[in-house]
């Protein structure tokens, strides 16, 4: 969709994505998917991997607190960041222990080298518009991540395309996951990477 087309439509594509999560039916419908918080199966294994040692772990989009509650169960230091205030508002009902705040991802409010881990997950990355956003948004979980610290998230873009980006961020070590090893990962159309900050 073209910039006149974002702006005939009513507004930017951020602002219509802030909307749509903030409108109840979505609230509730993460809720529900959600409910008492879980990995997807590459997920539990990235995390067991790659967050094996207890830290502080950044939980971006975190909807409702799905993956925050599994994250804290393995004994890390949890925040979750949503841009919707609906979506935080009813982690924090859910899960009152944990940390939930309103937070734009491309200009985190937080200090540099705060986190060991960040988890992006449910293809939150690739909602970010203008893509250059999405650039951003890397740079910004680079300067917040400790030297070491792991980046994870899953995105339908080719994996050929994000891992230069992650790069030029910043990040190394860049690891692509499909569900399928070497070379059928080619030919999945959904990604799960892992990228290091030295």
């Known amino acids: 969709m073209s910039t006149d087309e974002h702006q005939a439509t009513g507004g930017t594509v951020v602002q219509r994505n802030e909307e749509v999560y903030r409108e109840t039916a979505m609230v509730d419908r993460y809720d529900s998917f959600g409910e008492d918080g879980w990995l997807t199966d590459r997920e539990a294994a990235i995390v067991d991997e790659h967050f094996a040692e207890p830290g502080r772990v950044l939980d971006v989009g975190c909807g409702t607190g799905r993956t925050s509650r599994p994250l804290a169960e393995r004994g890390h230091d949890v925040v979750g960041?949503?841009?919707?205030?609906?979506?935080?508002?009813?982690?924090?009902?859910?899960?009152?222990?944990?940390?939930?705040?309103?937070?734009?991802?491309?200009?985190?409010?937080?200090?540099?080298?705060?986190?060991?881990?960040?988890?992006?997950?449910?293809?939150?990355?690739?909602?970010?518009?203008?893509?250059?956003?999405?650039?951003?948004?890397?740079?910004?979980?680079h300067r917040l991540l400790k030297p070491g610290g792991v980046f994870t998230f899953n995105s339908h873009n080719?994996?050929?395309?994000?891992?230069?980006l992650?790069?030029?961020?910043?990040?190394?070590?860049?690891?692509?996951?499909?569900?399928?090893?070497?070379?059928?990962?080619?030919?999945?159309?959904s990604h799960y990477y892992v990228a290091e900050r030295s």
């Open 81 to 141: 960041i949503d841009v919707s205030d609906e979506m935080v508002a009813q982690a924090r009902a859910r899960h009152p222990d944990l940390t939930f705040a309103v937070d734009d991802v491309t200009d985190l409010d937080f200090a540099d080298e705060t986190f060991d881990y960040v988890l992006f997950s449910y293809y939150g990355l690739d909602s970010i518009y203008p893509e250059s956003g999405r650039e951003q948004a890397m740079r910004e979980l």
């Open 166 to 189: 992650l790069t030029d961020a910043g990040f190394d070590h860049v690891t692509v996951v499909g569900k399928r090893g070497w070379p059928l990962v080619n030919f999945e159309i």
């Open 158 to 164: 080719w994996w050929y395309v994000l891992p230069a």
